[in-house]
């Protein structure tokens, strides 16, 4: 099982960048599909961006396409999330996911993933 632990979260202001990074250890994330998803206050989690277990096709929420992007560091066992311009709306607690059984159907939902990182808080300020 892998085991994953997310990192680089912190208070910036609206318009700011900032990336959050995921680092894997137990085992290879080949054959997993790796998502971003992240949870507000008194809101439920929602999918962010993701990696199809194949590692070749990328997907964004709608919110964030454009502005976001996720890539991954195979040597490092490491994913990031590279966020711009960002929003007051984007303030949550990001977490990190994974999973080996997750068809491109269920990428976007956090039930389809078995591996979840402690989350890092983003904060932006308006």
């Known amino acids: 099982q892998v085991q994953l632990a997310e990192s680089g979260g912190g208070l910036v202001q609206a318009g700011d960048s900032l990336t959050v990074s995921c680092a894997a250890s137990g085992r290879t994330l080949s054959g997993y599909a790796i998502a971003w998803f992240r949870q507000a206050p008194g809101k439920e989690r929602e999918f962010v961006a993701a990696?199809?277990?194949?590692?070749?096709?990328?997907y964004y929420a709608d919110s964030v396409k454009g502005r976001f992007t996720i890539s991954m560091d195979n040597a490092k066992k490491t994913v990031y999330l590279q966020m711009t311009s960002l929003k007051p709306e984007d303030t949550a607690v990001y977490y990190c996911?994974?999973?080996?059984?997750?068809?491109?159907?269920?990428?976007?939902?956090?039930?389809?993933?078995?591996?979840w990182g402690q989350g890092t808080q983003v904060t932006v300020s308006s």
């Open positions: 996911a994974a999973g080996r059984r997750v068809i491109t159907s269920s990428l976007r939902s956090h039930g389809a993933y078995d591996a």
């Open positions: 990696f199809s277990r194949t590692g070749g096709y990328t």
